[in-house]
């Protein structure tokens, strides 16, 4: 009796061992260089190995390499050009991100979900909702939330306390997200613990979880059991909120400034999808932005003279509108956009981008053929800290981005925003907050470095977003 047991288990070990081993050698076996999680259950799929994948491909002198993702094959490409075929020049072949949406989990038929006909109609119905004249219109409501933004930094130089200055611009940042895409005033940067930061915090907590699920188990199951990717909580927060506030507006006729407006009258956009839009509004508009301005400030602090020829740009350009902050102004500002860019370069928030092939994909100049349902990556931090693109990427400097720099580089070397048709649709508003936030607090702030700041910076591994381990710590001083 033992003996058939024993020789089942060795049997069903022996099928699995074949089965990973086969599965992890799919790369090899094309003959592309191929680089394995150091773990086959990995939870580093973002963030620093990226950038060591990138570099170990180039010092290989490859132009592509191939990766995993659990047991599933990762088409690494590394070569700017090839880059440029999958997400602009052959993007019929690359069309989707790969993510999990399911029409009954409302919150996950969003842009950055949706595959296919869906995506390409839902982002011809979107496009004009971001366009400048539109962010335009919500400038008064950035500025609006810059007042709350500088009582509470004011606040810590007026007690000479150390300042987390993450956690600050997070607040600010839901706040002009919550205005912006919910049209409802959540004032965090008041009071830390509301509902919508706590709900908006929640998403972020268990995305990791989740997306085991998603992977693991066939969708058929997760839908008969209600599955939610965000929980059942967040999902019904955020569907009545949206719900509630479109109804208080017709019902009071009220016409905002905001993109729920402008959702609202478009009437080819049903209520289910407008929820979807403003969540995603939300995922993708108020970490990235809060993370690029947290980053700015780390180099700010530690480079004293940048800090003082930003302030010098700011005061001079600010002198010509009479002191009034306004998008015109925003725009003249062309050191502010050159710091702006050398911090997403340094620290894109998206260390990689994701895309899957959709249609089978001849890679130019070689034999290689990408099968349909296979992921790739784009390796954004890679690119963005190679030497032969930017010497000494190590070192802040936002000279890399004078006219004279940027036209040296080959295209497709600086991707914080993505690229193509499916490149980030809030570019332009998330950079206007990101700048607006700097504005205001270089312009009535000096910041140094708190001794409890880490240094050097260490990301952490494992999270979607580009995070630095540890907090960031800043002294403040008025002006
Ligand atoms: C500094 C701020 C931001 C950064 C660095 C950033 C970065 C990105 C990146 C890398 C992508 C993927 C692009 C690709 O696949 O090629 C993306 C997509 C997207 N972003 Fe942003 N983003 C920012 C701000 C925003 C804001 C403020 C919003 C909305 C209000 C937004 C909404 C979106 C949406 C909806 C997509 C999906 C587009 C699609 O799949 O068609 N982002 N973003």
Same mark, same amino acid.
């Given at each position: 009796?033992?003996?058939? +047991?024993?020789?089942?288990?060795?049997?069903?070990?022996?099928?699995?061992?074949?089965?990973?081993?086969?599965?992890?050698?799919?790369?090899?076996?094309?003959?592309?260089?191929?680089?394995?999680?150091?773990?086959?259950?990995?939870?580093?799929?973002?963030?620093?190995?990226?950038?060591?994948?990138? $570099?170990?491909?180039?010092? #290989?002198?490859?132009?592509?390499?191939?990766?995993?993702?659990?047991?599933?094959? +990762?088409?690494?490409?590394?070569?700017?050009?090839?880059?440029?075929?999958?997400? $602009?020049?052959?993007?019929?072949?690359?069309?989707?991100?790969?993510?999990?949406?399911?029409?009954?989990?409302?919150?996950?038929?969003?842009?950055?979900?949706?595959?296919?006909?869906?995506?390409?109609?839902? /982002?011809?119905?979107?496009?004009?909702?971001?366009?400048?004249?539109?962010?335009?219109?919500?400038?008064?409501?950035?500025?609006?939330?810059?007042?709350? #933004?500088?009582?509470?930094?004011?606040?810590?130089?007026?007690?000479?306390?150390?300042? &987390?200055?993450? %956690?600050?611009?997070?607040?600010?940042?839901?706040?002009?997200?919550?205005?912006?895409?919910?049209?409802?005033?959540?004032?965090?940067?008041?009071?830390? &613990?509301?509902?919508?930061?706590?709900?908006?915090?929640?998403?972020?907590?268990?995305?990791?979880?989740?997306?085991?699920?998603?992977?693991?188990?066939?969708?058929?199951?997760?839908?008969?059991?209600?599955?939610?990717?965000?929980?059942?909580?967040?999902?019904?927060?955020?569907?009545?909120?949206?719900?509630?506030?479109?109804?208080?507006?017709?019902?009071?006729?009220?016409? /905002?400034? %905001?993109?729920?407006?402008?959702?609202?009258?478009? &009437?080819? =956009?049903?209520?289910?999808?407008?929820?979807?839009?403003?969540?995603?509004?939300?995922?993708?508009?108020?970490?990235?932005?809060?993370? *690029?301005?947290?980053? *700015?400030?780390?180099?700010?602090?530690?480079? $004293?003279?940048?800090?003082?020829?930003?302030?010098?740009?700011?005061?001079?350009?600010?002198?010509?509108?009479?002191?009034?902050?306004?998008?015109?102004?925003?725009?003249?500002?062309?050191?502010?956009?050159?710091? +702006?860019?050398?911090?997403?370069?340094?620290?894109?928030?998206? *260390?990689?981008?994701? /895309?899957?092939?959709?249609?089978?994909?001849?890679?130019?100049?070689? &034999?290689?053929?990408?099968?349909?349902?296979?992921?790739?990556?784009?390796?954004?931090?890679?690119?963005?800290? %190679?030497?032969?693109?930017?010497?000494?990427?190590?070192?802040?400097?936002?000279?890399?981005?004078?006219?004279?720099?940027?036209?040296?580089?080959?295209?497709?070397?600086?991707?914080?925003?993505?690229?193509?048709?499916?490149?980030?649709?809030?570019?332009?508003?998330?950079?206007? $907050?990101?700048?607006?936030?700097?504005?205001?607090?270089? /312009?009535?702030?000096?910041?140094?470095?708190?001794?409890?700041?880490?240094?050097?910076?260490?990301?952490?591994?494992?999270?979607? =977003?580009?995070?630095?381990?540890?907090?960031?710590?800043?002294?403040?001083?008025?002006?």
């Amino acid at each position: 009796m033992i003996i058939p +047991v024993l020789a089942s288990i060795c049997v069903l070990i022996l099928t699995i061992w074949f089965y990973i081993k086969n599965t992890l050698s799919y790369w090899s076996r094309r003959g592309v260089i191929q680089i394995e999680n150091k773990h086959f259950w990995s939870r580093e799929l973002f963030g620093t190995t990226i950038r060591d994948k990138y $570099q170990y491909g180039k010092s #290989l002198n490859q132009k592509y390499i191939g990766t995993y993702i659990f047991s599933s094959p +990762v088409f690494f490409p590394i070569h700017p050009p090839l880059i440029k075929n999958v997400i $602009q020049h052959d993007f019929s072949h690359f069309r989707g991100h790969g993510n999990y949406n399911e029409p009954k989990d409302i919150l996950s038929m969003h842009l950055f979900n949706v595959e296919g006909e869906i995506w390409k109609n839902l /982002r011809v119905k979107l496009t004009p909702t971001f366009t400048s004249g539109k962010i335009k219109m919500m400038f008064e409501t950035l500025l609006e939330k810059t007042h709350g #933004l500088e009582k509470v930094v004011g606040d810590y130089a007026d007690r000479k306390a150390a300042c &987390d200055i993450k %956690d600050v611009l997070g607040r600010f940042t839901t706040d002009v997200i919550g205005s912006c895409a919910f049209g409802i005033e959540c004032n965090s940067l008041e009071e830390p &613990d509301n509902d919508f930061r706590c709900y908006g915090k929640k998403v972020f907590e268990r995305a990791p979880s989740r997306l085991f699920y998603v992977i693991f188990i066939p969708h058929w199951i997760l839908m008969a059991s209600d599955f939610k990717f965000h929980g059942k909580e967040v999902t019904d927060f955020f569907t009545n909120l949206v719900k509630s506030t479109i109804k208080y507006r017709q019902d009071n006729n009220i016409v /905002r400034k %905001d993109f729920l407006q402008l959702l609202i009258q478009n &009437d080819s =956009v049903t209520v289910d999808e407008i929820i979807a839009q403003c969540f995603v509004f939300f995922l993708a508009g108020f970490e990235t932005s809060s993370t *690029a301005m947290t980053f *700015a400030l780390f180099e700010l602090a530690s480079n $004293q003279h940048i800090q003082k020829k930003l302030r010098e740009e700011i005061e001079e350009v600010l002198k010509k509108f009479n002191g009034n902050l306004t998008y015109d102004a925003v725009i003249e500002m062309k050191y502010l956009d050159m710091v +702006v860019n050398e911090t997403l370069r340094k620290f894109p928030p998206a *260390a990689s981008i994701p /895309r899957v092939c959709s249609k089978r994909y001849k890679v130019p100049d070689s &034999d290689l053929v990408i099968e349909k349902g296979v992921r790739v990556q784009i390796p954004v931090w890679g690119l963005h800290m %190679d030497p032969e693109y930017y010497p000494d990427p190590e070192v802040f400097n936002p000279e890399n981005f004078s006219e004279e720099n940027r036209n040296k580089r080959p295209d497709f070397t600086f991707l914080p925003f993505g690229e193509g048709p499916r490149m980030c649709i809030g570019m332009r508003f998330g950079l206007l $907050q990101t700048k607006v936030g700097l504005i205001s607090l270089i /312009r009535n702030f000096h910041f140094t470095l708190n001794e409890k700041t880490k240094t050097p910076l260490e990301m952490e591994r494992g999270s979607i =977003v580009l995070v630095a381990k540890g907090d960031i710590w800043l002294n403040v001083k008025r002006i």
